[in-house]
């Protein structure tokens, strides 16, 4: 059985007084993909955000490898962390630069820095792009280059907003299959948000159900695919309960 390298505790998020949010309890297993599924303003993102220390829970706690996440500085949390978003938020420079923008803040030596980011521009199928302006690239191309800068730092944590949501269907399929190649290679921890079913059950070892803020069930993919809890997640995962 895998251990946990995250866990959350009664996590609430209230906005003008109202709760969006919340997630008595759930455990991310270290090594393997968990999908946090729901449709648009389930909580999805808002979950994300506040693992990733960008959102401020109402209450709650965030543990990271059994340690209380808020004990140490946002800066050193965050530099454990890898996350993709929805939008590829690229800066207008090489490829290259891109992917190397969070090893150079880290004062990583140029050299290890070369070597790691060519690594992961082969591995995602863009070495070719290397020199390329960011600016000039595809939906699926600058996708992958928010990728490679995300494992290039090799994160405990990868955190994935919808990364697939933007593009259009072939290019989707293609690079929703590298992915999940990489995944499975690395065994990165990986929390994965996404409104598709398919994406979910391609990627995740682990589900978790949001429904307007609520978690409502969580466990074993097949399992929660094949028995969901109440007609309401049934109707979501297009099953009979």
């Given at each position: ?28 297993p ?9 449709p ?44 993709v ?13 891109n992917?190397?923008t ?79 190649i ?19 059950q391609?990627?995740?070892?682990q ?31 297009g099953?009979?309960?």
């Open positions: 059985m895998p251990t946990d390298l995250l866990e959350i505790r009664d996590l609430q998020m209230q906005r003008g007084g109202k709760p969006v949010l919340h997630i008595p309890a759930l455990k991310i270290q090594g393997q993909v968990t999908a946090i599924l729901g648009n303003g389930s909580g999805k993102s808002t979950l994300l955000l506040s693992v990733a220390r960008l959102l401020r829970p109402s209450s709650g706690e965030i543990l990271f490898n059994g340690q209380a996440a808020h004990h140490e500085s946002d800066t050193s949390f965050r530099r454990r962390i890898g996350l978003m929805q939008a590829p938020l690229l800066l207008d420079a090489s490829v290259f630069d992917v190397i969070g090893l150079r803040f880290r004062g990583t030596p140029h050299s290890e820095m070369t070597r790691r980011a060519d690594a992961w521009l082969a591995k995602l199928g863009i070495a070719h792009l290397r020199k390329r302006r960011a600016t000039t690239l595809s939906g699926g191309e600058a996708q992958r280059v928010s990728l490679a800068r995300a494992f290039v730092l090799e994160p405990e944590l990868l955190l994935l907003d919808e990364p697939f949501s933007g593009l259009d269907a072939p290019t989707r399929a293609r690079l929703l299959g590298d992915l999940r990489l995944l499975a290679e690395t065994r990165t921890t990986t929390l994965f948000v996404t409104h598709d079913m398919t994406e979910a391609q990627l995740a070892a589900v978790a159900i949001l429904l307007e803020g609520r978690l409502r069930q969580v466990g074993e993919a097949r399992q929660v695919f094949n028995h969901p809890a109440d007609p309401q997640v049934a109707e979501l995962l099953r009979a309960t």
